[in-house]
């Protein structure tokens, strides 16, 4: 897992490189998503990544019944990462990222439980690794990583310490904290 989150940090960092035009400008989520997407492209040789990606092989990825997840569908089933970085063609899911910007007024919960249901081992689409990035101007207020359907405290407080030391962590809003 620590060469994959190795590889999300470098991303991060590209990202911050490159984006202040962008981060200064406070532009939508969407638009951060995207860019840091292209990062993570450049990391991750030999996997396709794609934002807003509902679908394994020729399956929409659905959540179970009785799911906590609201998302953007009129069925309110389908669920739509952010970022995923993957195989199309084997099916092979390896990594799931949700971003939000520090300005986001909405609870992290949903994200959180978006992340739960990605790498949970019982679903037939589970991502191997998820990660939560919360990005403001000066960098990232908060991360956590997900493996097995639950928040991995010791991956993620490696990958805090991580972007930390790269000069990567803003100020930190603990709220969202376990």
Known sequence: ?????????????????????LL?????ERTLTHR???????QFS???????YDRLGERTLRLPRGS?????DHLGK???????????????????????K?????????????????????VWFAY?????????????SLSEVYAGGVIDSTASRWFAERLDAGGLAGKHDNSAQH
């Open 78 to 100: 389908s669920i739509y990462p952010d970022i995923v970085v993957h195989q199309r063609d084997i099916p092979n899911n390896l990594l799931a990222i949700e971003l939000r």
């Open 24 to 28: 200064e400008r406070d532009l939508g």
């Open 36 to 42: 840091l997407a292209v990062y993570v492209e450049r």
């Open 68 to 72: 906590t997840i609201s998302t953007d």
């Open 1 to 21: 897992m620590q060469t994959e989150l190795n590889k999300v940090i470098a991303a991060v960092e590209e990202f911050y490189a490159q984006e202040t035009f």
């Open 102 to 122: 520090d300005g986001n007024h909405q609870p992290v919960e949903h994200d959180q439980r978006k992340l739960q249901a990605l790498t949970d081992p019982n």
């Open 128 to 140: 191997a690794v998820g990660v939560l990035l919360i990005v403001g101007k000066d960098g990232v």
């Open 46 to 52: 030999g996997w396709q990544v794609d934002c807003n």
